[in-house]
């Protein structure tokens, strides 16, 4: 049974870098047959994905267009885990933060999400 | 941009049949999947691709998809289903691939 143990700090300054990492137990990070993935969920913007990073003979990430210009999502295959940076955050960027697996379905290499991790409150402020 | 569009809330008594809906132009055409997320907890799928249920999921969940309506339908609800839930489909186009979720819908049993 795959596990997803997150971690990182929950309060970030104004204009610095939120950094979360996910470990994976039970699956590995560079599998064929999955993605693995971050989101968010706030009171006011619901749930949101932020981008997935996956393996298929050379890595991919993509990212949601609305952070593509200050998310970065890497992988540590030794650690077997994932991480996300999110660059100049905002009290907009104020939220829980979850990662996720994502199962492969023939022609996508992702499709629903099967196991996530714990959720982590993110706070900014100065 | 691509939206799904719940209804903020249901409400259903114990052993009655509790029905959430999931509108979007043409979501026939893609797999749906389905989120609970209890207070506190992160989400936990319980259906996906429109109407199958992961292991460990009570047959009481199902699902159905056709035309602009994706549905989900919890028979004999239980105090314990009382949760938001949560539509979900991938929307691409040339330019860009993204994570939709619904709204969510909070389901009460009263």
């Known amino acids: 049974q795959v596990q997803l143990l997150q971690s990182g700090p929950g309060l970030v300054k104004p204009s610095q870098t939120l950094s979360l990492t996910c470990v994976i137990s039970g699956d590995s990070v560079s599998t064929n047959s999955a993605a693995w993935l971050w989101f968010r969920q706030s009171p006011s913007r619901g749930l949101e994905w932020l981008g997935r990073t996956f393996y298929r003979s050379r890595w991919f990430n993509d990212y949601a267009l609305f952070v593509k210009s200050r998310i970065s999502i890497n992988t540590d295959t030794s650690k077997n885990q994932f991480s996300l940076q999110l660059t100049s955050v905002t009290p907009e960027d104020a939220a829980v933060y979850y990662c996720?697996?994502?199962?492969?379905?023939?022609?996508?290499?992702?499709?629903?999400?099967?196991?996530w991790g714990q959720g982590s409150l993110v706070t900014v402020s100065s | 941009s691509y939206v799904l569009s719940q209804p903020p809330s249901v409400s259903v008594a114990p052993g009655q049949t509790a029905t959430i809906t999931c509108g979007a132009s043409y979501i026939g055409s893609k797999s749906v999947h389905w989120y609970q997320q209890r207070p506190g907890q992160a989400p936990v799928l319980v259906v996906y691709?429109?109407?199958d249920r992961p292991s460990g999921i009570p047959e009481r969940f199902s699902g159905s998809n056709s035309g602009n309506t994706a549905t989900l339908t919890i028979t004999r609800v239980e105090v314990g289903d009382e949760a938001d839930y949560y539509c979900q489909v991938w929307h691409s186009n040339s330019d860009y691939t993204n994570v939709v979720f619904g709204g969510g819908t909070k389901l009460t049993v009263l």
């Open positions: 996720a697996r994502g199962v492969a379905v023939p022609g996508h290499p992702t499709s629903y999400f099967d196991a």
């Open positions: 691709d429109d109407n």
